[in-house]
């Protein structure tokens, strides 16, 4: 049974939007309240012994900081490595329960419940609730906003769009310049009376922001001169998205709201990562189609509602883990 924490979640965030923004999506499709804090370990020092003390089961405050929270709580949410030895010590003092998002590697992966992706190579434990993307969630008023948003800069011309989204340069590996203009040039041939419209993020070099400018594109944003985000509103407004493969959380918008085709660009200079993984779980189940390697379109959205089940379900079992 869970504990009485009046349906709340303490969410654990450690600045990252990757991160928390996953944790929150989590407790949006489980229905309960939640309060955000930051949580910081004290020193890189204490971070190594943050490891050695899980190994133990040793639960030390001293080790991190954490803002400031109050209420009783049912859960304790978090992503990221620099929450997770945190997430079990609050969770011990205030009688809550543990749930990790993401793999904790480095920490003993007894949590009550851990959500991972299919992609990141989870472990077949009783505790671990697989889902088939990130955590998304998208509230429908803040799509509207953000469509109006999008319009008040590009008004509605009556004709079908083409959204191209584009990464960047990620810790594992660089996008290939000829290759992402190789992608756009067929993109470009595809264009039959339709927009076409393009963003990049603030991981997006340069080089490739150069090649779109001269490019004849609708709507054009980069975010090397403004941080605007558009893609909300590609979502929600395009037929067909072409989306770089670089970013799991921008796929996995991508699938989980709109009705757009989804085409994935292999654009980057290594093949054996996880974000490739995780489209080609995605490919395989018809979700979306790699661009040039087939002619279909793939439009099947994916229901998160069944991991909030799993994970639910999950909860109301007695824990051995700990």
């Given at each position: 049974?869970m ?18 923004n ?14 955000v ?5 004290r ?8 490891h ?8 030390s ?20 490595s ?10 011990a ?32 434990l ?28 590009h ?20 996008m ?11 993109i470009?041939?595809?264009?039959t ?19 779109l ?13 403004e ?27 991508c ?6 085709a ?25 979700v ?35």
């Open positions: 049974m504990p009485d924490g009046n349906n709340r979640a303490l969410v654990l965030s450690d600045g990252r939007p990757g991160h928390f996953q944790s929150i999506a989590l407790c949006r499709h489980l229905g309960v309240e939640f309060e804090v930051e949580v910081t370990f020193s890189s020092l204490t971070r190594v012994l943050s050695v003390f899980d190994l133990f089961g040793l639960h405050t001293s080790l991190f900081r954490v803002g400031e929270f109050d209420g009783a709580f049912q859960m304790v949410v978090s992503a990221g620099r929450t997770y030895y945190a997430n079990k010590v609050l969770a003092t205030l009688g809550a329960q543990t749930v990790a998002v993401l793999a904790p590697r480095g920490y003993r992966w007894n949590y009550d419940c851990i959500v991972v992706p299919e992609y990141d190579a989870a472990k077949p009783a505790n671990v609730v697989t889902t088939p993307v990130n955590m998304t969630y998208l509230d429908e008023q803040l799509l509207a906003e953000k469509v109006v948003e999008f319009r008040h800069r008004p509605a011309g009556g004709k079908p769009a083409l959204g191209v989204i584009v990464g960047g340069d990620s810790a594992g590996s660089k290939d310049v000829g290759k992402m203009a190789e992608a756009m040039d067929r470009e041939a595809m264009r009376g339709g927009e076409l419209w393009v963003t990049t993020s603030r991981r997006t070099p340069t080089e490739i922001e150069t090649d400018r001269r490019r004849s594109i609708d709507f054009l944003h980069l975010y090397s001169e941080s605007y985000n558009p893609i909300p509103a590609f979502v929600q407004l395009c037929d067909r998205l072409f989306v770089t493969a670089d970013s799991t959380a921008m796929l996995s918008e699938v989980t709201a709109g009705s757009a989804v085409d994935v660009l292999l654009v980057s200079n290594k093949i054996e990562t996880k974000q490739h993984r995780f489209v080609r779980c995605l490919a395989k189940g018809g979306v189609t790699v661009l040039g390697e087939s002619e279909s379109l793939s439009r099947v959205k994916v229901d998160l509602s069944q991991v909030a089940v799993a994970v639910l379900e999950r909860l109301a079992k007695p824990s051995s883990q700990r």
